[in-house]
């Protein structure tokens, strides 16, 4: 049943009934008074989380560290915490991976890394996560820090430099049983200081990858085309600056992230009916190696005292460049009669972002204990992709122009209550000049134009605490995105269209409203919530018959359940248990109504994680942690059952060791060596992918800080 936003309302008016499911993962309770956790991401400014009402997880280093020892790769770290997130596709591609059945926008420090206008599913793999102190997510639409942002928003915070002279180094590689010759080897390496009023950090990273193998010991199929982070290597370049003086702060951070194929494998197609799954051979691919080449810097100012206000300001720049691999064999997409039959092509996808983002703080305003929060975000995005072996435009140059005003009052006294209200006005033109589709669209000339749009964004929410240990939240926050315009542009096949009139150009407002219930006391923590994330003219990704996707403009209707409990049964021992379930439908029809259910590229399974911590002793500690995922049917319109995932069950060990001056870390990703076909290559058949999940790994690492 949906949670209607009239009753929403009257729960916030009347005393919220469900709590803030921001609750941060403590670990020991020995403390009387334990710290809360403080957080940027939900309201661009420092806030604890108990003032929040957002669901929101925040992934520690140590945590991070710890998914890290088992599998190198953001998603699936995401998945073993966030059970609302899509299972990974363990590739270098994340296309189809969700957050409440909807595409979240990924951040560095704050810094756009999501390519919306074209989205090219490569977002996770944009820094290396050796320099990550924390990751914080934002569950559900929100708005507060721009485009793109419909399923959430998935902020990547780096390291800080460090208040003395420090150097840290680490060592990884992974093995599968007497696959030796194709693990996995990484090295990392940091420097920080200080000095007075200056600080700085710098690091690099290197990895090199091999293939994979599944439970029955046979390789994994390698994704050429949409990258693979498999038989790869992986460079990572972060520096990290800083001056202070009197009550201001001036920060330089930047990045420059590559992680390219080394085309030593060819992908061998299965037989999704006969059940075979894709796998590899030796051999060369002609063309350049898939890859993502990504540059991120940005410099922020922030000042304590700006006239009775605190200011910050971020300047920041990403350029964006991901190269798609040749397919072995035509692609009837690329395909033209000029460069004759047979036609090897690639594409590639490239985004240049500048923006600015400035937040202004008022605290006492007007009255004590509100304040106000506001400010201005700038942006301009131009994206296009290009086949880069003929020169040809598949999406032409396209020019995002975007700024958003905002202002939100935030009331968080000493009462039980704290409420927040804002509102953000959205206002945006895309340019695009005069272009042609490729010839197998038939050569369509599109007339340009330069669309505007403008959108009013509303998010109002609270939280309510009942007693001592007891909490409730409760919100209503909106979205505003662009469809995948590079998508949508690309794949125009019929006469006469223009830029300025074509519909599936809207954007894409999603309206989000949550609800929730927390328990904090000293052993136990807990928390529920409910959630609807709704469309009128959303989009959905659909595979053609030659395996380019595109996009349909559809009403969209999600809603779930999410729910966490940690249990401390000893001093030494902590239980954990997080399950996600959702429901997403769509109108196929275009009468208004939903009638069919999303498939799995684009909302995630029902699952369940569980976990067991154990200290063993002062220098020995131990997690285990199951992810079981569960059947699922997809239904059209008429009641018949076209898409059927089968579930299943994978256990993960890790143990940290300290031990020669530093932490020895081992792990065994699969430790039951589960035989499965991912959740992606069942919810999409196809032969070239049909690709199994990875089969039992070993892992160890060796970290130092000297």
Request: net charge negative.
């Amino acid at each position: 049943m949906k949670f209607k936003l009239s009753q929403l309302c009257f729960a916030i008016l009347a005393g919220p009934l469900i709590t803030n499911n921001a609750l941060a993962e403590q670990g020991s309770k020995e403390s009387a008074e334990p710290v809360e956790t403080i957080v940027v991401t939900a309201s661009r400014i420092e806030r604890p989380l108990s003032q929040i009402p957002n669901t929101i997880t925040v992934i520690d280093e140590s945590e991070l560290q710890q998914q890290l020892s088992l599998q190198h790769d953001i998603s699936t770290v995401l998945g073993n915490l966030i059970p609302s997130f899509s299972p990974s596709r363990q590739k270098m591609t994340s296309a189809g991976e969700s957050l409440r059945g909807r595409k979240p926008l990924y951040l560095i420090d704050g810094v756009p890394q999501s390519n919306p206008l074209r989205s090219g599913g490569r977002d996770g793999h944009t820094i290396d996560p050796f320099f990550l102190e924390r990751v914080e997510v934002l569950h559900g639409a929100n708005a507060i820090h721009g485009l793109g942002a419909a399923g959430g928003i998935i902020n990547l915070i780096t390291k800080k430099p460090s208040g003395g002279l420090e150097q840290q180094l680490r060592f990884d590689t992974t093995v599968q049983s007497d696959k030796l010759s194709e693990g996995s080897l990484g090295v990392n390496y940091s420097l920080s200081n200080r000095w007075d009023n200056a600080d700085i950090l710098a690091g690099i990273s290197w990895r090199t990858s091999g293939m994979s193998y599944d439970a029955d010991g046979k390789l994994i199929g390698v994704d050429n085309t949409q990258g693979d982070t498999m038989d790869a290597d992986t460079f990572d370049g972060f520096l990290k600056a800083g001056y202070e003086w009197d009550d201001s702060r001036l920060e330089l951070m930047f990045n420059r992230y590559q992680i390219e194929g080394k085309n030593d494998w060819i992908s061998v197609p299965g037989d999704v009916d006969a059940d075979i799954p894709s796998s590899a051979e030796k051999g060369a691919i002609n063309g350049d190696a898939a890859q993502n080449k990504v540059t991120t810097t940005s410099l922020n100012y922030s000042k304590q005292d700006f006239f009775s206000q605190r200011l910050s300001v971020q300047l920041f720049r990403q350029d964006f460049a991901a190269t798609y691999g040749a397919e072995a064999t035509p692609l009837a997409t690329f395909q033209d009669p000029a460069y004759g039959p047979d036609l090897i092509d690639q594409s590639q996808n490239n985004s240049e972002k500048t923006g600015m983002k400035i937040t202004l703080v008022k605290e006492n305003f007007v009255f004590e204990p509100l304040s106000l929060v506001y400010g201005l975000d700038l942006l301009e995005d131009e994206t296009w992709q290009a086949l880069i072996q003929t020169g040809r435009t598949w999406v032409p140059p396209t020019k995002y122009h975007n700024y958003a005003p905002y202002a939100q009052l935030e009331y968080a006294g000493s009462s039980p209550l704290s409420v927040s209200a804002g509102i953000r006005y959205e206002k945006s033109k895309l340019e695009v000049e005069d272009f042609t589709t490729l010839a197998s669209y038939g050569s369509q000339f599109v007339a340009g134009g330069k669309p505007e749009f403008s959108q009013t964004l509303y998010n109002l929410g609270a939280t309510y605490r009942l007693t001592g240990d007891w909490r409730t939240f409760a919100n209503y926050s909106e979205a505003f995105s662009m469809p995948d315009v590079g998508r949508v542009l690309r794949g125009i096949n019929v006469p006469g269209q223009s830029v300025e009139t074509f519909l599936d150009l809207k954007p894409i407002l999603t309206e989000n409203t949550e609800i929730g219930l927390e328990y904090g006391g000293d052993l136990v923590q807990a928390q529920l919530a409910y959630y609807t994330s709704d469309s009128d003219f959303g989009q959905r990704l659909q595979r053609g018959d030659d395996g380019i996707y595109t996009v349909k403009r559809e009403k969209t209707e999600v809603d779930g359940i999410e729910f966490r409990i940690n249990y401390l049964a000893t001093s030494l021992d902590k239980l954990g248990l997080r399950f996600a379930t959702s429901d997403g439908r769509y109108d196929s029809n275009q009468d208004g109504h939903v009638d069919s259910d999303l498939g799995g590229t684009n909302i995630a399974p029902n699952r369940i994680n569980a976990s067991w911590d154990r200290d063993w002793t002062d220098t020995l500690s131990t997690r285990l942690q199951v992810n079981h995922l569960f059947d699922r049917d997809v239904d059209n319109a008429q009641g018949e059952v076209i898409n059927e995932f089968d579930g299943y069950t994978t256990v993960d060990l890790s143990a940290n060791v300290e031990a020669f001056s530093g932490v020895v870390t081992l792990g065994i990703q699969n430790l039951t060596n589960t035989d499965y076909y991912t959740y992606y290559s069942q919810s999409s058949p196809n032969d070239k992918r049909n690709f199994k999940g990875i089969g039992r790994t070993f892992s160890a690492s060796y970290q130092i800080n000297f």
